[in-house]
């Protein structure tokens, strides 16, 4: 079992920046895949940033290409979402997943086999 949970969200004005975290613990050597979606009232969920942790390789959304960075700290056992010029658009929960799958970019990160609760992010106009 993967635990998840991540942290970090807030009010933030549009053009801001934020930087939201996901600390993973118990069998989570075996994660292959980390990433980010988002869900916002009433929209389907939106897979925003995918990291292949044994290759390095990273996929960004188009909506948030250019504008956000997922990376991980392995020895902190951490994951990080850096999302810079924030738009009111960017509006909503967001959340951390894992999975073991080799197919990282294949799998939508909502459907990875672990998730977190969830860091709501709020930005205005």
């Known amino acids: 079992q993967v635990e998840l949970v991540e942290s970090g969200g807030g009010s933030v004005q549009g053009g801001g920046s934020l930087r939201i975290s996901c600390r993973t613990s118990?069998?989570?050597?075996?994660?292959?895949?980390m990433a980010w979606f988002r869900q916002a009232p009433g929209k389907a969920r939106e897979g925003v940033a995918t990291?292949?942790?044994?290759?390095?390789?990273?996929y960004y959304s188009d909506s948030v290409k250019g504008r956000f960075s997922i990376s991980a700290d392995n020895a902190k056992n951490m994951l990080y979402l850096q999302m810079n010029s924030l738009q009111p658009e960017d509006t909503a929960m967001y959340y951390c997943a894992a999975d073991a799958t080799l197919g990282c970019f294949s799998v939508p990160p909502d459907e990875y086999a672990y998730r977190g609760q969830g860091t709501q992010v709020t930005v205005s106009a």
């Open positions: 118990g069998y989570a050597d075996s994660v292959n895949c």
């Open positions: 990291l292949e942790t044994s290759g390095g390789r990273t």
